[in-house]
């Protein structure tokens, strides 16, 4: 893939359905964040060297967790939606992920060796599967999650296709 321009995004976004399952789990992190701070501040409250304002008020801990966690958990996911995209052109899948850090990663297919779908629990209620695409070196390697189920396997079914089509006409 040669270029003369800026690069530009890959043509796929991930699933909608996506946004569900990193809703589902920022509501998991949420949960396990306020839990812990909950406990911490009932816990650390009878402590001696706790400051007094700290013992008095116990509950500014989790509140303070709750304040601070819970808008950057509610926007991540949709954030993560419109950043992820993925396409597969010519004969290179590339994909785009990060908001602070952007992230491209091009995988040649004739570098491909294996194409692994997996789904976890919630991905799998949600209809929805990771891709991963190895190479032999890890630079080149790439996931691509949130995909629906179906555009998962035909993706995994022609990237396999194509890359046993490239290393039959290398030999």
């Known amino acids: 893939m040669t270029s003369n321009g800026p690069l530009r995004d890959p043509a796929n976004r991930v ?30 409250g009878g402590w001696s060297w706790v400051p007094e304002w700290f013992a008095r008020d116990p509950w500014l801990l989790p509140a303070a967790v709750v304040v601070a966690t819970l808008p950057f958990l509610a926007a991540e996911p949709f954030v993560r939606y419109a950043v992820h995209r993925w396409e597969l052109s010519g004969d290179v899948v590339f994909a785009r992920s990060g908001f602070l850090t952007r992230e491209w990663v091009f995988v040649p297919v004739s570098r491909i060796q294996t194409v692994d779908k997996g789904q976890g629990w919630f991905e799998r209620m949600l209809g929805l599967a990771t891709l991963e695409i190895r190479t032999a070196s890890h630079a080149g390697s790439s ?14 079914e022609e990237l396999a296709h194509r890359a046993e089509q490239l290393r039959d006409d290398a030999t």
Do not use: M, N, Q
């Open 143 to 156: 996931t691509i999650k949130g995909l629906d189920y179906r555009v998962a396997a035909g993706l995994a």
């Open 15 to 44: 699933s909608p359905k996506a946004v569900r399952l990193w809703l589902l789990e920022s509501l998991i992190a949420f949960v396990f964040f306020a839990g812990i701070s909950l406990l911490l501040s009932r816990w650390a």
